[in-house]
């Protein structure tokens, strides 16, 4: 605790404050000051700094708080050291040690600063055990845009939530304000909708009202049969493609089966790629079904669902280049096409019935 | 507090589409005018339906990063920030001239300062001229050279064109290139006869886009026969029918475009005191294309 941090709190009296327990006010009678424990009435301000000096952890956890005056921003800094799960006591026991929580894949650690000062640090969770000096270090916010912008593979993620966010580095010495800048760069607008959802306010938009409000090229969206709907949702809004918790339905009354997914933070409304990808499927889907008859081995029509299977997993890469015992191999796919297609990749031997 | 949001397309398939978007975001951020400065995108995140909610500032400037008014600054990015009781006829504009409207958004409740799009802009017409002195690396670049504005241009919307037109005329009417012509990809006058439309030996085409892409990097190069394949490059300048032709790339990564977003915000209200003249010499001294 500084003298400032005292004489803070002193100046805010009048206004009332409470804060993890500790309460203080300001009338004709004096100071008030009162801690889980203990309540002292009628205090000067003298008194009231020495009452101050016997708890300098309230005091200073009161001004680290109260400079977070947006709310949001503040109950996620919160969540971060779990101040509404543990006492101010055991927190600035645990906090030089830093306590840590996971937000997708973020690893954050909050720690206590100088004079109850908190700084963060933040890393990929696969690195949460890593020495500091093992990772690419950095201090500055705006390097999270670079960070999150390819995967290890170097391809481009326009999903931030997908979770194959690289490892590897870390942040540093975060301020509360850097920490929340840093994770709005890596999950953008997460922490203001798990605000609204822990108030109960979380605006959630299903797909039928976003389908119905777009326009151009995305107008048809609306026409998607609600069957595939479902589809949609198991294409793109699992814990395997993206860590945002799916709040959204159908409409309000017709949930979806798919599951919802574990992430921290919700998801309220179909995104942009969802959207995008809507608006290809709309169109096939109008489509008019044809009974085909095609030739094929029992093995051949096995290695057509496995070759589906393995690239809507992203298997492809793992697949061993001499196992052709797995039908996703490579050279059982080359030789499926050799035998079966024509030199402009469609199937031979197919018919319309 | 008062934010400033830059409202641009970006992509889900080009990582590079939003880089001039942050670059111009950093310039600004650093120049302090703004407590804070956020990017927003149609095809990434933050989304434009989501960004005013990461904002903590009450006041919100929200500059769009396009080269026209339209679909996008009329219909979509009002639509999807929620603005409360938005009407394209508040702007007032012929095409050209919208400036800003002030408006809440619902979801939120803060004041939205909803502005004109960058490329409509006047101040964008010395964007297009720094283009040509850093691709030319001659800050005097003019006597003896012809400019080609290029657009994307379209039969659907009268006023992709009018920015083109607009900022060409005001090039010609400075006298300061021999000869200005506005091109297009979409509609006539094309850019594929570019050289036709010059008697100068050395012209500088400088295309309106924002970001480079499939249009800037390989459409037009391709089309005015600076090279017959994309992916073998050319050379700037490379000769094309006897003539040089200087080819700039999108217009829109030209660090100067800071300066078209401040003034944009400025000419909503906000007091950016002597910024815009410290911007105009930082974004000089930091050169042109990245």
Redesign the interface.
Known sequence: MTELQRVTLRRAAPNGVECDGLVVSHDRSGYTFETPATRHEQLDAEAFDDVAADHPWLVSNWHYWHQFA?PS?RDFLRWVEGADDRSVADRYDALPEGLSREWGQLHITAELAGAGERRYHLRHVADAGAEVDSLDTYTDP?DA?DLA??DDAGR?R????APTLVDGWAFVDLTGRELLQTV?FFY??T???WY?EQEGEL?VTHFRETAE?Q??IYDVIDELPQEAVEWVAEACCVDSQCLKRREWDEDVETPLDVPRGDGEFPCR?P???VV?AARKWTKLEQEEEQTYEVTMTESELAQLADLVDAVAEGRTDEIREADVYDGANRYRARYLRAKRMDDAGRFENVTER | MKALVIAAHGSHLNAESSTPTFSHADTIRATGVFDEVREAFWKEEPSFREVIRTLESDEVYVVPLFISEGYFTEQVIPRELRLAGWDVADWNSDGLSATHVTLESEDTGKTVHYCGPVGTHESMTDVIIRRAESVTGDPDVGPGFGLAVVGHGTERNANSAKAIHYHADRIRESGRFDEVAALFMDEEPEVDDVTDYFEAEDIVVVPLFIADGFHTQEDIPEDMGLTDDYRKGYDVPAVVDGHRIWYSGAVGTERLMADVILERAADAGVDVGDTLETVREATRAAGGAR
Do not use: F, I, M, Q
């Open positions: 947006e921003r705006l845009r912008k390819h481009y326009p999903l931030k939530t709005d953008p607008a922490v203001a909708n609204r605006d409000r326009t151009g409304e995104c942009s790629l995008a």
